[in-house]
C-alpha cells in the first residue's frame, strides 16, 4: 500500500495538511502547551466523583483538630490544612494546577509557616534552567520538519508488523532525551504516525494509534527531562537535604527500564489488538523518497548530537548538563547557527510548569519543616518494613493517575510523603523517591489520563467521515490496560529490588 499524495504533513505546525487529517490535529492548547502540568481542562464528573468529592470537602476543616506535637506549634495544622485543600483542588476541581499551588505556597510563606526564599530560590536552580535550555533546542529540531524524515528513514522496506511497532518503539525511546515532557514528545511523535499511518492497514494504524503514546508515557523515565514530575523529585530531594540525582545518574537507572516497559507495552497492545492473522501480513510499505539534509536540518542535527553527547559524558567534561542545555539554546536562537528566533522558541517554553515546580517544592518544604509530615504519617506505617512498604509505594503510585491526573501533581504529593516515610521502614529515600516517580508514570487507563493519550486518540466529532483514519476508543484502552498494569507493577518490583541496587541505587539504609 502507498501513501495517498496528499498526505503531506506541516512540520511546524505539528498538524497534517491533508484534510483527511483533521481527527487527528492538535488543537494550538496541546501543541503549545509542551508541560503535562498546569492547566487542567474543565470536564464533567459523574455524581459519584461530586459525591466523594463533597464529603472531602466537608472533612477538610476537620485537619485543624489533628492532635499535633506540642513543638510544631499551629504551624504543623495550618499546612496541613493548606496541602489537603491544593490537593482537593487537583483532584476535583478545573482550577489550574500552577494557579493552585502558588496560591498555597504564598499563604504558607504569608502565615511565616517558610520562609519566602522557599518559594523564590527553586527557580534559580539548575534543574528549571535545564528544562528551559531543552525546550528551545526541541523548538529548533521542531522548526526544521525532521520528523518526517525520521519517518521515511525508519520504515521504508519494513516487511513485518512486529518489526514496524518495536522499531517506531525504540525511535519514541530515544525522543525522551531531545524533547522535554511527555506531550511535547506526542506532538513532535504525531506526524510520523500521520505520514506512516496512510501507508499502513487499518488494524496495524489503530495499533500504533494506541502503543505509540503509551510508548512516550512509558519511557519518559528515560531521561531527567523527559517529565517535569522527574524534575519536582529532584528539586523535592535537594530541598529536604537528600542527595539529588544528576542527569547521567538518572539515565543509567531510568533507561533500562524505560526499553524493558515500552517494549512490552508495545508487544502487549499489538497482541491485543490483532488477530494472528493480521500480525502474518506482510507489508509493503513504501513512504516519499527523503530528500538531501538542508542546511538548516543539518545545522540542528549536528547541535543536536553535541548536546546530547554532552549530557552523557558529563563524568568526562564536568560541564554540567544545565549548562550545556543552555548554550545549546543560545546556539539554537543564534542568527547564524539557529533555526529559531529566541523570542519564538521561548513560547515554547512552559512557564506555568516552572512556576508549578517552585511552588510545589516551597510546600513539600512547609510540610518538612512544620512537622506536617509526621503528624499526617504518624502510625500509619507502623510495622511496615521494607517489602512491604516498597510495593504499596508502586502500586499507590501507578494508581494516582485515577485520581490526579497531572503527572507532576502526582509526584508533588506523592514525594515528599514518601520521603518522610522511607527512613522509618529502613528505605533509601533517594531510592523510595526515584521508585515512586518511576510508578506514577502509569497512566493509561483513560484518553484523559494523559495529554499523549488525548493527542492520539483525535476528535470524535467525525461523524463516520475519513473511517480509512486508524482510531482508538476508550474500551481498547481499557482492554490493554488490563494487560499493560499487571506487567508495569511486575517489572517495576523487578527493577526495584534486584536491577536498581544492581546499577548503584541501594534500597535499603
Not at 515546580?357 to 511496615?384: H, K, R, Y
Request: glycine share 6%; charged share 10%; hydrophobic share 55%.
Amino acid at each position: 500500500m502507498t501513501p495517498r499524495p496528499n498526505a503531506t504533513t506541516d512540520p511546524a505546525s505539528n498538524t497534517a495538511s491533508d484534510p483527511d487529517t483533521v481527527p487527528f490535529t492538535v488543537p494550538p492548547s496541546e501543541t503549545t502547551e509542551t508541560a503535562e502540568t498546569t492547566e487542567t481542562p474543565s470536564r464533567s464528573r459523574p455524581w459519584a466523583a461530586l459525591v466523594v468529592g463533597a464529603v472531602a470537602a466537608a472533612g477538610i476543616p476537620a485537619i485543624w483538630f489533628l492532635p499535633v506535637p506540642p513543638e510544631t506549634g499551629g504551624d504543623a495544622r495550618l499546612t496541613l490544612l493548606v496541602f489537603a485543600s491544593a490537593v482537593w483542588l487537583w483532584v476535583f476541581s478545573s482550577v489550574p494546577d500552577t494557579l493552585v499551588a502558588l496560591t498555597a505556597a504564598c499563604v504558607l510563606v504569608v502565615a511565616g509557616v517558610i520562609e519566602e526564599d522557599a518559594l523564590f530560590s527553586p527557580l534559580g536552580d539548575s534543574t528549571i534552567w535545564l528544562l528551559i535550555g531543552a525546550f528551545i533546542v526541541a523548538s529548533a529540531i521542531s522548526a526544521t520538519g525532521l520528523a518526517d524524515r525520521a519517518a521515511s528513514l525508519l520504515c521504508n522496506g519494513v516487511t513485518s508488523s512486529r518489526a514496524l511497532v518495536h522499531l517506531l518503539t525504540l525511535a519514541a525511546v530515544t525522543t525522551a532525551f531531545v524533547v522535554p515532557a511527555t506531550s511535547g514528545r506526542a506532538a513532535l511523535v504525531l506526524p510520523v504516525f500521520l505520514v506512516v499511518a496512510r501507508a499502513l492497514p487499518r488494524w496495524l494504524g489503530r495499533v500504533l494509534a494506541v502503543a505509540l503514546p503509551g510508548v512516550v508515557l512509558f519511557s519518559a523515565v528515560a531521561s531527567l527531562i523527559g517529565a517535569g514530575a522527574h524534575l519536582i523529585t529532584v528539586q523535592i530531594l535537594t530541598a529536604g537535604g537528600e542527595e539529588g540525582i544528576p542527569f547521567t545518574r538518572w539515565l543509567v537507572l531510568g533507561l533500562p527500564f524505560a526499553l524493558v516497559t515500552s517494549h512490552l507495552a508495545a508487544e502487549i497492545i499489538l497482541q491485543c489488538l490483532s488477530t494472528p492473522e493480521q500480525r502474518r501480513q506482510r507489508l509493503d510499505l513504501s513512504l516519499p523518497a527523503t530528500k538531501p539534509l538542508s542546511a538548516p536540518e543539518t545545522r540542528v542535527l549536528v547541535l543536536l548530537t553535541v548536546v546530547t553527547v554532552l549530557w552523557f559524558t558529563e563524568g568526562l567534561h564536568g560541564i554540567p548538563p544545565a549548562l550545556v542545555a543552555v548554550l545549546g539554546a543560545v546556539l539554537a536562537a543564534s542568527p547564524v547557527v539557529g533555526t529559531v528566533t529566541l523570542k519564538g522558541a521561548m513560547n515554547d517554553v512552559p512557564w506555568s510548569l516552572l512556576i508549578f515546580m517552585a511552588a510545589t517544592v516551597a510546600l513539600s518544604t512547609a510540610l518538612t519543616e512544620s512537622g506536617a509530615v509526621q503528624v499526617l504519617t504518624g502510625g500509619v506505617f507502623a510495622g511496615l518494613h521494607t517489602t512491604g512498604f516498597v510495593i504499596v509505594v508502586i502500586v499507590v503510585s501507578a494508581l494516582a493517575h485515577l485520581v490526579v491526573q497531572s503527572r507532576s501533581a502526582r509526584s508533588a504529593v506523592l514525594v515528599p510523603l514518601v520521603l518522610a516515610l522511607a527512613p522509618a521502614a529502613g528505605v533509601n529515600p533517594v531510592a523510595a523517591a526515584f521508585i515512586s516517580t518511576a510508578a506514577a508514570g502509569y497512566c493509561h487507563t483513560m484518553a484523559s489520563s494523559a495529554k499523549p493519550l488525548t493527542i492520539f486518540r483525535g476528535d470524535d466529532t467525525t461523524d463516520g467521515q475519513d473511517d480509512d483514519l486508524p482510531r482508538f476508543t476508550a474500551s481498547d484502552l481499557l482492554l490493554v490496560s488490563a494487560f499493560l498494569f499487571p506487567m508495569f507493577l511486575c517489572v517495576t518490583v523487578v527493577f526495584a529490588f534486584v536491577v536498581w541496587p544492581a546499577l548503584g541505587l541501594p534500597l535499603t539504609l
